[in-house]
């Protein structure tokens, strides 16, 4: 079993980054398909970024071209880099590994 505990989130103004990391233990992250999901109050967990085994990645349409996953095998770390952040991304985000593993949320709050 793979464990994952977020960090990073925090509160920032519009249009300024954040970084969140993800740092897993228990298992190597390159074995999964590794994301990220955020939970938006009153809307339903949704996906934002995905890296697979081959380093390929995909990001939901609202993200597109202002965040950035990868990931650090060496460190056994997902990062999620989040650039001209809007006040719609706040929330909680969410690590998963092959989406049956979840870390416990790091919360973001744009204002």
């Known amino acids: 079993h793979v464990q994952l505990v977020e960090s990073g989130g925090g509160s920032v103004q519009a249009g300024g980054p954040l970084r969140l990391s993800c740092v897993a233990s228990?298992?190597?992250?390159?074995?999964?398909?590794m994301g990220w999901f955020r939970q938006i109050p009153d809307k339903a967990r949704e996906g934002v970024a995905g890296?697979?085994?081959?380093?390929?990645?995909s990001y939901a349409d609202f993200v597109m071209g202002r965040f950035t996953i990868s990931q650090d095998s060496a460190k056994n770390t997902l990062y999620l880099q989040m650039n001209s952040l809007k006040t719609e991304d706040t929330g909680v985000y969410y690590c998963?590994?092959?989406?049956?593993?979840w870390g416990q949320g790091t919360q973001v709050t744009v204002s």
């Open positions: 998963t590994a092959a989406h049956g593993y």
């Open positions: 228990g298992d190597t992250i390159s074995r999964y398909c």
């Open positions: 890296i697979e085994n081959d380093g390929s990645t």
